[in-house]
């Protein structure tokens, strides 16, 4: 195939323990999915059905241990917010899931970051117009790598825990979804067609808050390989 102009590097997340990347198709994210975030965002903690929106794929900053990813502070805002979250990771096709049924497509589990830009994101719910811009941008999905869910079995429980310049911010437990993985990937296939090499950002416990230029961000889940990232100046 020729191409009118040289087309960029696939986006890709390393899979722990082996030489092989994990290609990146789509980036989808659940909006206040921990009862404790909802009540911080201003929302409750009822059951109702999980709501979804996406991050460009070129938005995944791929971070590999012992050292920290950069992620360059973005433009155009001054509220610069951390999220962290459990990531999965879709390994086969999925439609009209079960929550039974959904675990099968599951390809693993990493540690996430969905960065906000959240004075953008507030000023467009306000005007009850799409928030994409506070939360699709360069840089917004810091990513450590992939473990596979044959060898971690599936995650239902275990600590959810981000250090901002090494005091701590998030506190939470993988148990204290809203929706666990199998009922937010049943939901998340009724509105699209699941497809290897999509991520699912599971949402985020309480304690986000904004970091600056020169912050380091640590974040730990369950026993997967731990996130850190520093913010630097934009270029």
């Given at each position: 195939m020729r191409y009118a102009i040289a087309p960029g590097d696939p986006p890709a997340v390393p899979v722990a323990g082996t030489d092989l990347s994990f290609p990146v198709r789509h980036i989808y994210c659940v909006g206040r999915n921990y009862a404790d975030h909802a009540?911080?965002?201003?929302?409750?903690?009822?059951?109702?059905?999980?709501?979804?929106?996406t991050k460009f794929?070129?938005?995944?900053?791929?971070?590999?241990?012992?050292?920290?990813?950069?992620?360059?502070?973005?433009?155009?805002?001054?509220?610069f917010h951390h999220e962290l979250e459990l990531v999965v990771a879709i390994g086969a096709p999925g439609v009209h899931l079960t929550p039974e049924r959904a675990p099968s497509v599951i390809f693993g589990y990493a540690v996430g970051l969905d960065m906000t830009r959240r004075?953008?994101?507030?000023?467009?719910?306000?005007?009850?117009?799409?928030?994409d811009i506070g939360k699709s941008f360069a840089q917004a999905a810091p990513i450590a790598p992939l473990h596979r869910v044959a060898e971690t079995g599936a995650l239902t429980s275990g600590p959810v825990e981000l250090d901002v310049n090494g005091a701590p911010r998030q506190r939470g437990d993988l148990a204290d979804m809203i929706w666990d993985v199998p009922h937010t990937l049943a939901f998340l296939s009724q509105l699209y067609r699941l497809l290897p090499g999509d991520l699912v950002f599971t949402g985020t416990p309480s304690g986000v808050g904004a970091v600056k230029v020169g912050d380091r961000l640590d974040g730990r889940i369950a026993g997967l390989t731990p996130l850190s990232i520093e913010i630097v100046a934009a270029e």
């Open positions: 009540k911080e965002m201003g929302g409750d903690a009822s059951k109702e059905p999980p709501f979804f929106f794929p070129d938005a995944i900053v791929a971070v590999t241990p012992p050292r920290a990813g950069r992620v360059h502070y973005p433009m155009a805002t001054a509220n004075d953008l994101q507030n000023d467009m719910r306000e005007k009850k117009r799409p928030w």
